[in-house]
Each structure stands twice: as structure tokens, then as C-alpha cells.
């Protein structure tokens, strides 16, 4: 699996898509007219498909795009955890400080656009993804009080026509009443090689034994802290990707969407 295959979407698709923005765009423009009542009534309709999973499962992949092919919003809920480790990196603040995180997520100055991220107007969409990053990343998720600031900036990415989100909590804390939830692993190997290979595309070398040790001890910091930890909500699917395509999970998914709907 080669990860730029990813975000390649074909001529069609993308006229699909821009058909459905422009859909969107007209939607949330009518709603500005509506009561906030109706408004909160109307996010309540708003679609949303959650995948949740360890380190690696390739959550954030399929969940981009299940979100082009559906024309829906995409939240990477990790990003904001790891975008808050980032911040307190750079103004070299104290992890250990549940009060800093809290205030730097609450002045957080973040956009996604398109694919890329930025942080105080500076593209860090590599920087974001490295793994000391994604490791403080996890250290400050145990913190409750920073779960809470975040909560309902994750909530306010649920608009029309939809939402895709991915994380460790998405379908059992932030988007309880979501379309479809889906937990999805694969196993410890096939993670640590799918994270090998992103690496040495990005030319970081690692060796696959001390990876699966990251691994092992992030899912384990994930899935056994006090607040929103890592789970297989008992309405979630669980869908095991080992052996699977991008392609194949990507198809899988949307039929699970389409059996969703339909109940
Ligand atoms: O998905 P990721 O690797 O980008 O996430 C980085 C860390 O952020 C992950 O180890 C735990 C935390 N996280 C979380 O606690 N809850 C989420 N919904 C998403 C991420």
C-alpha cells in the first residue's frame, strides 16, 4: 500500500465532490437563517461515520477517503491532540502541566485546509505526524479537563452533508448517536510495517522491533487511562484490515455506510 494512492482521487470523483461542495455551501448558508434550535435539531441529522482503532490501523487513511468518495466533512481528532503537544513543544511549556494543555487548546490557532495543517499561520502538516509528536500527543489525551476543552470543537465539524471522523473516542464519547461505528485494527505486525514504510518514504529510518514496542506501549496508554480510553463501543463493527487493500477497506466501509442507512 502506498500511502500517496491515498489522496489520489480520480477526475470524476473530484467533479462529484465539487458538485456536493457546492451543495454543501448552499445548505449551510440556508441554515444561517434558522433558529438555533433548528440548527442543533439539524446536526442531530447530519450523518456521521466514526472510526476508532490503535495506532497505525490506518484509520486516518480509509477515513479521508471514505470522506472524498462520500463528499463529507473529515475530522482527524488525533491531530488536534497532537497539534496541542506540538504548540507546548515549540513554546517549550511542560507537558505535565494539565493547566497549559488546557489553555493552549483553548487558544489554539489551527486551519485544515485540504490536506495540510496549520499551527500560528506555519504549514505543519509533517511536523504533526512525527512520532515524538504523535507520543506527547498520547501523554496529554489521559489529561480529563483537555478532553473536555476539546470536545465541543470536534462536535462543531459535524455539519451537512456529513462527517468522517477518526480518533480513539469517537464513537463512544464524542459522536455517541453516530450513523455508523466502526472499530478498526489490524495486527500488531501489519501496523508496525504500514508505519515502517510510511517512514522510509519520508526517508526516517526505524527498525520494525523498537516500532512495535511504540506501538504496543501507546495502545497501551490509550486503552487503559481513566477518561475516553481506547474501546470497542458495543455497537461499533469491528473491521480487521490485516491483509486487506486500501481499496478493498475503502469499498467495505461504504457498504457498511449503505446497510447503515438503510436500518
Ligand atoms: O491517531 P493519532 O496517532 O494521530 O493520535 C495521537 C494520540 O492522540 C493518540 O495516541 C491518543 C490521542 N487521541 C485520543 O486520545 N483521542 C482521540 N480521539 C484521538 C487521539
Given at each position: 500500500?502506498?500511502?500517496?494512492?491515498?489522496?489520489?482521487?480520480?477526475?470524476?470523483?473530484?467533479?462529484?465532490?465539487?458538485?456536493?461542495?457546492?451543495?454543501?455551501?448552499?445548505?449551510?448558508?440556508?441554515?444561517?437563517?434558522?433558529?438555533?434550535?433548528?440548527?442543533?435539531?439539524?446536526?442531530?441529522?447530519?450523518?456521521?461515520?466514526?472510526?476508532?482503532?490503535?495506532?497505525?490501523?490506518?484509520?486516518?487513511?480509509?477515513?479521508?477517503?471514505?470522506?472524498?468518495?462520500?463528499?463529507?466533512?473529515?475530522?482527524?481528532?488525533?491531530?488536534?491532540?497532537?497539534?496541542v503537544a506540538l504548540a507546548a513543544m515549540k513554546r517549550n511549556t511542560d507537558v505535565?502541566?494539565?493547566?497549559s494543555m488546557?489553555?493552549i487548546?483553548?487558544?489554539?490557532?489551527?486551519?485544515?485546509?485540504?490536506?495540510?495543517?496549520?499551527?500560528?499561520?506555519?504549514?505543519?502538516?509533517?511536523?504533526?505526524?512525527?512520532?515524538?509528536?504523535?507520543?506527547y500527543?498520547?501523554?496529554i489525551?489521559?489529561?480529563?479537563?483537555?478532553?473536555?476543552?476539546?470536545?465541543?470543537?470536534?462536535?462543531?465539524?459535524?455539519?451537512?452533508?456529513?462527517?468522517?471522523?477518526?480518533?480513539?473516542?469517537?464513537?463512544?464519547?464524542?459522536?455517541?448517536?453516530?450513523?455508523?461505528?466502526?472499530?478498526?485494527?489490524?495486527?500488531?505486525?501489519?501496523?508496525?510495517?504500514?508505519?515502517?514504510?510510511?517512514?522510509?518514504?519520508?526517508?526516517?529510518?526505524?527498525?520494525?522491533?523498537?516500532?512495535?514496542?511504540?506501538?504496543?506501549?501507546?495502545?497501551?496508554?490509550?486503552?487503559?487511562?481513566?477518561?475516553?480510553?481506547?474501546?470497542?463501543?458495543?455497537?461499533?463493527?469491528?473491521?480487521?484490515?490485516?491483509?486487506?487493500?486500501?481499496?478493498?477497506?475503502?469499498?467495505?466501509?461504504?457498504?457498511?455506510?449503505?446497510?447503515?442507512?438503510?436500518?
Open positions: 500500500m502506498v500511502l500517496d494512492e491515498c489522496f489520489q482521487v480520480s477526475g470524476d470523483l473530484c467533479k462529484i465532490i465539487n458538485n456536493i461542495s457546492i451543495l454543501r455551501e448552499q445548505t449551510e448558508s440556508q441554515s444561517l437563517s434558522f433558529g438555533r434550535g433548528q440548527q442543533i435539531m439539524d446536526k442531530q441529522n447530519v450523518p456521521v461515520i466514526t472510526l476508532d482503532g490503535p495506532s497505525a490501523s490506518g484509520k486516518g487513511t480509509i477515513a479521508r477517503l471514505v470522506s472524498q468518495a462520500l463528499g463529507f466533512h473529515y475530522l482527524d481528532s488525533g491531530a488536534l491532540y497532537r497539534l505535565s502541566d494539565e493547566h488546557v489553555d487548546a483553548r487558544h489554539l490557532n489551527v486551519s485544515f485546509r485540504d490536506s495540510t495543517i496549520w499551527l500560528d499561520g506555519e504549514d505543519v502538516s509533517n511536523e504533526v505526524r512525527a512520532e515524538a509528536c504523535g507520543e500527543a498520547s501523554r489525551a489521559q489529561y480529563p479537563a483537555l478532553r473536555v476543552e476539546l470536545l465541543g470543537y470536534q462536535r462543531d465539524f459535524r455539519k451537512s452533508p456529513g462527517l468522517v471522523t477518526d480518533g480513539r473516542d469517537m464513537g463512544s464519547v464524542i459522536f455517541p448517536d453516530a450513523t455508523l461505528k466502526i472499530y478498526l485494527t489490524a495486527s500488531e505486525e501489519e501496523r508496525a510495517l504500514r508505519r515502517h514504510k510510511q517512514l522510509m518514504e519520508k526517508g526516517i529510518n526505524a527498525s520494525i522491533a523498537d516500532l512495535i514496542q511504540a506501538l504496543r506501549a501507546r495502545d497501551e496508554r490509550d486503552s487503559s487511562r481513566s477518561t475516553s480510553p481506547l474501546q470497542q463501543c458495543e455497537d461499533a463493527c469491528l473491521l480487521d484490515t490485516t491483509g486487506l487493500s486500501i481499496d478493498q477497506v475503502v469499498s467495505r466501509v461504504l457498504n457498511m455506510y449503505a446497510e447503515a442507512r438503510k436500518a
